[in-house]
Each structure stands twice: as structure tokens, then as C-alpha cells.
């Protein structure tokens, strides 16, 4: 099965849980372990190539130039986590099934369950580091939705929120490490940064590189001091914490760690913050567990505690600590997700998690206890069970690393943590199945069906068989490390085996497993010191930074954000400034290489009108009208002034855009006052203007500077002359590199368009119905109306000018890819020719003869411009890219067809359909507002016979 396949499965498969929804719970939870089963069995088939030796890799390249192409790589340590994501989601989905009541919607939590099995296999198998980004960022927003699935639950939104935040901010750090890193390596796949260990290490940007990823590996897994946010989302239903929390999401740091060993590890930063964070995350999550009354919670920090012994074990460098490490995370997921499925059924047969209410539920649930009981002994360490042998591997390890330089540190850490992770192990098994039995449990607890004990039964039986057998598990054990190890080391020889003689490690367990039932027999007493003593709560903490966080920004936003545009403006423009003076200052810009060419006469006289106009503009803004006139006068000047540099498209683009603007900005108008208050003081405006001649004067500078000197480098515009007709069919170079060479621009932008239309439309209909609607019935305009609202010059002009416009903007539509015009320009000519029929005869006459919506002409021309680009796969060329012929008919010469026209109909659809919309939206405001509109042009009624026809006469 191709990678990609196994990678889409879990994201295509997300759309069938909420179809099958309604067929029924079966069907639902059938078809989501269909998904993931099939992923699995995809994903099994490339085992006998992967034991060979061979790597399997999968390419789709996107955007080659930037690094980011479509990369998956499967390799022994993917495969390793790929296996664990999938067997144990296909487990967690069959005990979903039993375990979610009738009253959860069994096919919303499937499919964000299949949504972030998607992310994490994707993680898992990137070759490329920001395509893993990506997924990576989806399994927080993913598990989001999955940790607040019970959405009636304030710490379940909570524990989302935290999860969201914690995760999400070491996310965004390890953006900037990931990029970091590719720099370094000069590339951003993930096989090529593991073999530039050598560059990677000896560079100077290696320490922030490291940082940043560590951040967002230990955010992920919980480590110290990001630990707080992984028992608080445990408030999600206990599928998502055996899934999430104990066997994926948490791993998905500890994977990125061990992914990038081979470039990190065997330097002292790595050795110093990885070890030191794990060996207090192991420490601190098993203290805390201990004195835990939930049982989820006691299962959260002991996650945690052991997800600190596999970093621990990373941070080292050696071979056999990753060796361990490898050993102890397949270990960890089988007994970690059956104790927590185990849990699940507790709370659910017993209504209560709070161990202080269990006890004698081995005699009550005797199946639950057996798995229950295996598991945590597992965790434990005790001996026959798959925990003893990783827990003797890591103590080994911890005897021979020296922290700090003490020898014996490493070592009585680890033994301290081990000691208490055998306690809240004991104290899990004695306090809720051991004892007597009780009389108030909240509900009387029995076995459930087999449906909820099978999955974390299966999962027991490899902690059993691997505690006894554990020679069984080394072969592929050693198989992931040495992809870990990445030729950097080789794979220790070391033999998986339940007795190594006495010898260190061996006692230090022996002091754990005792020290554990001391603890467990102590543990009322020291329960009461451990309530009593005062110690920082990281919810508390973690809290009081949002809270002040929430604070600053509402202060910040308070002092810069007042409402006043001007306000933004001007520290917009201050920091451009400020900037650009600095650049300036400090720059080695070249001196100029050319002589300025001097202004004829009438470029000179052009110039001191553009000049003239916007000085009577900044002077007379007060005046709405007079403003917009003005407006007009620049934009033509500009359109002049294209026209005279020999651009004769944007010439046209520019007047066309003149028109229509000051057209719907008149009907803006229309419904605002004459004049603008004078709101400004005397020293703001002295300001403002200051402002404006310093930023002027700077853009000024700088075009005169870049003008008149030689590029440094051949502009683009050589390339854009040689191959607008060989590579786009046309010798307009503008049009063709509008639909062709930069088609993706273009394409965005009629978007944008429509979208602006849209938004136009949607205000007006927000006025229409809100409470502006009663001021435009009363509405009373500010001077007498004219008497003649249409007159009759007027309309018999604008319905003979109307074929002919029509045909100059078909005509310019038609030449647009060998001379100046195109789809965009040939658009505002029709608009315009539309919009001359609304002013001669008024809205209602022309609204009645509309026949398309504008709506379906905007969406018509974005599909039409979209479905031209698809076009283009079928050539084998990039999308949008043009492809054109000539064709011969009868009694005509050859005459060219370019695929690039029916993008320029799309953006002439687009921009005819946008105008049109604003327009009517304008319109029908107008309307409202002034009811003496006729119905029929030029103030007449064809039906009416007397003389005076004139309304209101």
C-alpha cells in the first residue's frame, strides 16, 4: 500500500463515522476500526521490506524551490510508531464502542479520533521536517476537539483549552527551530538534517535550533516544567487518555527526540537540558501520583513520570540508552493503555474514580482486576512482566551516567523515581481491588461485557509474554534502535533477559519495589503531610500567566486601539519611517549611475496638476463631494501618466477603475452627510501632516535612488518579454503574465473580489433588516429633490451607448492576449455599460431587467478560472499553466486559441458579477430610502394617458 494511502486512510475515513451515525452505534464503530484496521494491514505489508533493509519513500513535489514537497519515508523507527498508532487505535476504537453512552454522538468522536490518528501517523512518517509541522499542529488541534468531547464539562473545556495552549505555544517555537535546522543542513528533509550531524552540530545556530525543538518535543510530552496540562486533560473520556495520553500524542515528542538523535545527541547541550528535564519529570510526576485520589490522575502522572524516564534515557547519548529508551516506549504503551482502559471500567461500572470510594473489586470484577492488576505490576517493575526488564535497563544506564559531577546523582534519582513508581502501582492495585468489599459504592460494580475487557485483556498478553519471554521482543527491539542510532553508533550487543546476575541494578530494584511498600504502608500519614504542606500548583501558575497575559493585551489594545484610524495610521507609518531612515543611514546604498532625464513640458504640467489636485484634496477633504472629484482628477492624472510611460493596460485598468469606483462611492455618499467634521486640533494636524511629508518625501527618495542607478541584478521583466509568447501564446506580456505566468495572483484575487461583494451584500442586508431600516423609510433628503429624475436625453443615450459598449468590451476582451485589454478591463467596460442604465433609469427599471443573479455570475467566473487551471494536469503542466494552437477554418486565416481565454472569461465573470453586486446593494439601499422611484424610465407610464405624467407633479 503506498505511504500516502496509509497517511489519507484515517483523514478520508473521518467522513464515514458521522454518515453511518445514523445506521447505528455498530455500524459506526465498525466502519472507523474498517479505516484503521485497513491502515495497519497497509502499513504490515512493507515489514518484509523493511527487515531486508530497504526504506520506503514516497515524493509529490510541491513547492521544490522552498523545500516543501510531499516526502513520507518509512523507515524501522516510522514503522515502530506507525504500529503503535494504529494496532492500539483499532483496540481503543472497539472499547469506544462499549464504553460511550448512548447519549454521546459515537460518530462526532470517531471522527476526531480518526482526524488525529491521521495527524500522528503523518507525523510519524514526514521525510520532510515542515510537512511534519504541519501534522504536528494538527494533532493539537485534533486532540482539542477530542479532550473537550464532553462539552457539558467545564474542566473538559478547560483541560482542552491548557492542552491547546501549552502544546500549541511549543508548536509555534518549534517553527522556528524546524527552519532553523533546515537552514543548517540546507535542506528540509528529515533524512538529509540526520546526516548533516557533523554541519549541524559545529554551527552556531545550533544551541537556538536545539532549544526551540526541545521546546515543542517537551511541551508535547509533558516534560518538566510544561508537565501540568497532561493530568488536567484527563477530563476527556477514557478512550481519549489511553489513546492520546499514554500511547500517540504524548510520544509524538519522545518520536521527534529519537527522530533527531542522530543530529543532536553527543553534544553537552543536548545532555545537559534533555537529561536533567527528563530525570525531574520522572521524579516530580511520581511523587505526585502517589498522593493522587483519581484514578485517571494517578495513571496522568505516572505517564508523565515515565515519559521523563524515556527522555532521560535519550538525553544520555549512548546506544544503550536508546536502546532502552526503544524497549521501554513499546513496553509503556501496553501497559499504560490497558490500565487506563481498565480505569474506564471501573468508572463506568462504578460511577466513581475516587479510589477513597473503591476497594474489593477484585471479588466484584474479578476479569478487570486480573488486567488491571498485571498491568500495574507491569509499571511496577516487578519481575515476569515486560516493566521489570526495562526498568533494570534504565537503572543500569543510570549507573553509568555522571550529572553534574556527582556520581551517585543519576543513579538515586532514578532509584527515587523508580521507588515511587512501584508505590502509586501498589497503592492503584490496593486501594481499589484489594481490601474488602463495600456497601456504598455508587453503583454496585461488575465485569462488563467482553466487549470493554478484551482490548486491554490483548494488550496484557505482551506484557506477559515479553516479561517472560523478553528474547522474543529483542530482535525487533534492536531493529528500531538501529534506525534511531542512525550509523551514529552501533546497536549495543545486549541481550534482553529477565536475570544479569546481581549487580547494581538489580539491588537498586530490590530498594524501589520495598521502598514502594513502605510507602504504600505509610501512605495514610504522609497523604496528611502532603495536603498540609504549602507547594506551588502549576494549574494556579498557569492560570494567573493567561489571566496576566489577558491583561497586557487588553491594556496594549486599550491604549493603541481607540477607534481612531488615524491613530493607526500614523504609528504605521512612524515605524516604516523609522525603519527605512535607519536602513538609510546605515545602508551601503549605491550612488546613482545615470543622469536624470529632465520632464517635457507636458509631463511637467501633468505633474503640477497630480501635485495641485492632491494638496486641494488634503485641504478640502471636509467636502464629501468635492474630495471624491478630486479623486477622480488623481486617478485620471495616474492613468495619464501610465499612458505617457508606454502602458497602456494599466492606463485602461486605471480609468476603467476610476469610473466605476467614483460611481459607487456617489452612491456611498448618497447616504452620508455633505461635509466631515473638523475634528482635528491645529497641533494633530501639524502632525498628521508632518507624518505625511516625511513618509512622502522617503518613498520619493528612495524611487529617485532605484531609478537612477543600474540593477544589481537582470530584471524579470527580460525573461517575461522573451517567453510571453513562446511559453504563454500572447504578445501582450501584461495580459499574459496576469493569466498565465502569475495566473495563481490573479486567481486569488478575483477571489478576493467576489468576496468583498459578498461582504457588501451581506452588510445590506443587515440594514435592511435591523434598525437602520426605519431611518431610511423616514429618511429626508438634505436639498430639494430634482423634479426630472430621469432625464430623457440621458436615457436615450445610455440605450444606444449600451450595444456599442458592450461590443468594445468584447472586442477588448477578444485582443486582450496580443494587445492591451483582457478579461479584467473588457469586465469594468461592461459594468460600466450596465451601470450607465441604473443612473439614466433608475434602480427598479433596471433591477426588474436583471436576469442573472450577480451572485451566480461571480461564483461562475471563480469555477470557470479554476476549472481552466485543473485543465492544465491533463497537458502534464503546472496548474494554471496556458496551453495554446492555431486553428484553420473555411474562409478564414489561421487565427490563435489559448486555454488562457477561458481564464480571462472567469476574471471578466468575476469582476463583472462583483461590480454589479456592490452596485445593487447600493441600490436596493437607495431604494428604501427614496420611495419616489419610478418604475418605469424617464418618469413616464406607458399605461397612462393624460399629459402630465410626471409622479409627484
Request: hydrophobic share 55%; net charge neutral.
Amino acid at each position: 500500500m503506498s505511504l500516502f494511502l496509509i497517511v489519507a486512510l484515517p483523514f478520508l475515513g473521518a467522513l464515514l463515522p458521522g454518515l453511518m451515525y445514523g445506521a447505528g452505534r455498530r455500524a459506526c464503530a465498525s466502519v472507523t476500526l474498517a479505516v484503521s484496521l485497513t491502515a495497519l494491514i497497509g502499513l504490515l505489508t512493507h515489514l518484509p521490506a523493511l527487515w531486508r533493509g530497504e526504506v520506503i519513500s514516497a515524493r509529490v513535489d510541491w513547492l521544490p524551490v522552498l523545500g516543501l514537497n510531499l516526502e513520507l519515508w518509512l523507515d524501522p523507527l516510522g514503522f515502530f510508531f506507525a504500529a503503535l498508532i494504529l494496532g492500539i487505535g483499532c483496540l481503543i476504537i472497539a472499547y469506544a464502542r462499549y464504553y460511550l453512552s448512548r447519549g454521546d454522538h459515537m460518530g462526532e468522536f470517531f471522527t476526531y479520533l480518526l482526524l488525529f490518528q491521521g495527524a500522528m501517523v503523518g507525523i510519524v512518517l514526514s521525510d520532510n521536517i515542515l510537512l511534519l509541522l504541519i501534522f504536528w499542529e494538527l494533532t493539537s488541534l485534533s486532540s482539542f476537539l477530542l479532550i473537550g468531547y464532553w462539552k457539558h464539562l467545564p474542566e473538559g473545556r478547560q483541560g482542552a483549552r491548557m492542552a491547546l495552549a501549552v502544546t500549541g505555544a511549543g508548536g509555534l517555537a518549534m517553527i522556528g527551530g524546524a527552519l532553523i535546522l533546515g537552514e543548517i543542513a540546507g535542506s528540509y528533509r528529515i533524512s538529509d538534517i540526520i546526516a548533516a550531524r557533523e554541519a549541524i552540530q559545529s554551527s552556531e545556530l545550533f544551541t537556538p535550533a536545539l532549544i526551540l525543538i526541545l521546546l515543542g518535543c517537551f511541551t508535547k510530552s509533558a516534560q518538566f516544567p510544561f508537565h501540568f496540562w497532561l493530568p488536567h486533560a484527563m477530563a476527556a473520556p477514557t478512550p481519549v487518555s489511553a489513546y492520546l495520553h499514554s500511547a500517540t500524542m504524548v510520544k509524538a515528542g519522545i518520536f521527534l527526540m529519537a527522530r533527531l538523535w542522530p543530529a543532536f545527541s553527543g553534544t553537552p547541550e543536548w545532555f545537559y537540558l534533555v537529561t536533567t528535564a527528563g530525570l525531574i519529570t520522572m521524579c516530580l510526576g511520581a511523587v505526585i501520583s502517589f498522593f493522587k485520589h483519581d484514578l485517571k490522575a494517578i495513571l496522568a502522572f505516572s505517564t508523565v513520570s515515565h515519559l521523563g524516564l524515556i527522555t532521560m534515557l535519550l538525553g544520555t547519548g549512548t546506544a544503550f540508552g536508546v536502546l532502552t529508551a526503544v524497549f521501554h516506549i513499546l513496553n509503556h504503551a501496553t501497559f499504560k493503555a490497558a490500565l487506563f482502559m481498565s480505569a474506564g471500567i471501573v468508572d463506568h461500572e462504578a460511577h466513581t474514580r475516587d479510589i477513597r470510594r473503591l476497594g474489593g473489586l477484585r471479588r466484584l470484577m474479578p476479569v478487570t482486576a486480573a488486567i488491571a492488576i498485571t498491568a500495574a505490576l507491569a509499571m511496577a517493575g516487578i519481575p515476569l512482566l515486560n516493566g521489570f526488564i526495562s526498568k533494570e535497563m534504565m537503572l543500569e544506564e543510570a549507573v553509568k551516567t555522571t550529572l553534574f559531577g556527582p556520581a551517585w546523582l543519576v543513579p538515586a534519582l532514578a532509584t527515587f523515581g523508580a521507588l515511587f513508581s512501584a508505590a502509586y502501582s501498589f497503592r492503584f492495585i490496593a486501594h481499589a481491588f484489594l481490601g474488602p468489599e463495600r456497601n456504598d459504592y455508587p453503583s454496585h460494580p461488575h465485569d462488563p461485557n467482553p466487549g470493554m475487557w478484551l482490548p486491554p485483556a490483548l494488550l496484557v498478553v505482551p506484557v506477559v509474554v515479553i516479561g517472560v519471554a523478553p528474547f522474543l521482543a529483542e530482535p525487533f527491539v534492536k531493529f528500531v534502535t538501529g534506525a534511531v542510532l542512525g550509523g551514529v553508533s552501533p546497536v549495543p550487543e545486549y541481550h534482553l533477559a529477565i536475570w544479569h546476575g546481581f549487580k547494581p541494578p538489580l539491588y537498586m530494584s530490590a530498594v524501589a519495589v520495598a521502598g514502594g511498600l513502605v510507602l504504600l504502608a505509610l501512605h495514610r500519614g504522609l497523604q496528611k503531610g502532603w495536603d498540609a504542606a504549602p507547594r506551588p500548583e502549576a494549574k494556579t501558575i498557569f492560570d494567573a500567566i493567561i489571566q496576566g497575559a489577558i491583561t497586557l493585551a487588553r491594556g496594549l489594545t486599550g491604549a493603541l486601539h481607540d477607534g481612531a484610524f488615524t491613530r493607526y495610521a500614523a504609528i504605521l507609518a512612524l515605524a516604516i519611517i523609522a525603519a527605512a531612515g535607519h536602513a538609510w543611514m546605515t545602508g551601503t546604498g549605491a550612488p546613482a549611475s545615470q543622469e536624470a532625464e529632465l520632464p517635457n513640458l507636458a509631463a511637467g504640467l501633468g505633474w503640477l496638476m497630480l501635485v495641485a489636485a492632491t494638496g486641494l484634496l488634503v485641504l478640502t477633504h471636509h467636502n464629501r463631494l468635492l474630495a471624491l472629484i478630486l479623486m477622480g482628477v488623481i486617478g485620471t492624472m495616474v492613468s495619464v501618466g501610465f499612458a505617457y510611460f508606454s502602458a497602456p493596460d494599466l492606463a485602461m485598468t486605471q480609468i476603467s477603475v476610476e469610473v466605476v469606483t467614483i460611481i459607487l462611492m456617489l452612491l456611498a455618499l448618497n447616504f452620508l452627510p455633505d461635509w466631515t467634521p473638523k475634528e482635528s486640533l491645529p497641533m494633530q494636524r501639524f502632525f498628521d501632516g508632518t507624518v505625511a511629508v516625511l513618509g512622502g518625501l522617503g518613498a520619493g527618495l528612495l524611487c529617485f535612488n532605484l531609478l537612477n542607478r543600474e540593477a544589481v541584478m537582470a530584471p524579470i521583466s527580460g525573461y517575461h518579454l522573451e517567453n510571453s509568447y513562446l511559453g504563454g501564446g500572447g504578445t501582450n506580456v501584461v495580459n499574459v503574465i496576469l493569466v498565465d505566468f502569475r495566473g495563481f495572483d490573479t486567481y486569488g484575487e478575483i477571489i478576493v473580489l467576489g468576496i468583498a461583494a459578498l461582504v457588501i451584500y451581506a452588510l445590506t442586508e443587515t440594514l435592511l433588516s435591523g434598525p437602520v431600516r426605519a431611518r431610511l423609510l423616514n429618511r429626508v433628503a438634505d436639498k430639494p429633490l430634482a423634479g426630472d429624475m430621469h432625464p430623457l436625453m440621458m436615457v436615450v443615450l445610455t440605450r444606444v451607448m449600451m450595444p456599442i459598449v458592450l461590443m468594445v468590451g468584447v472586442y477588448i476582451f477578444l485582443r486582450g492576449h496580443n494587445e492591451p485589454g483582457g478579461g479584467f478591463i473588457s469586465g469594468l467596460i461592461v459594468a460600466v455599460a450596465v451601470v450607465m442604465q441604473y443612473m439614466a433609469s433608475g434602480f427598479a427599471w433596471a433591477s426588474d431587467r436583471q436576469r442573472f443573479p450577480y451572485h451566480g455570475i461571480i461564483g461562475s467566473g471563480v469555477l470557470a478560472a479554476g476549472l481552466t487551471g485543473i485543465g492544465a494536469w491533463f497537458t502534464a503542466t503546472e496548474f494554471l499553466a496556458s496551453s495554446f494552437g492555431y486553428v484553420k477554418l473555411p474562409g478564414l486565416a489561421p487565427f490563435e486559441v489559448a486555454s488562457a481565454l477561458f481564464f480571462d472569461l472567469g476574471v471578466f465573470l468575476a469582476v463583472v458579477g462583483a461590480v454589479l453586486l456592490s452596485l445593487e446593494s447600493f441600490s436596493r439601499l437607495a431604494r428604501r430610502a427614496d420611495s419616489r422611484d419610478p418604475e418605469h424610465p424617464m418618469d413616464i407610464d406607458p399605461s397612462r394617458g393624460d399629459g402630465d405624467t410626471r409622479e409627484g407633479a
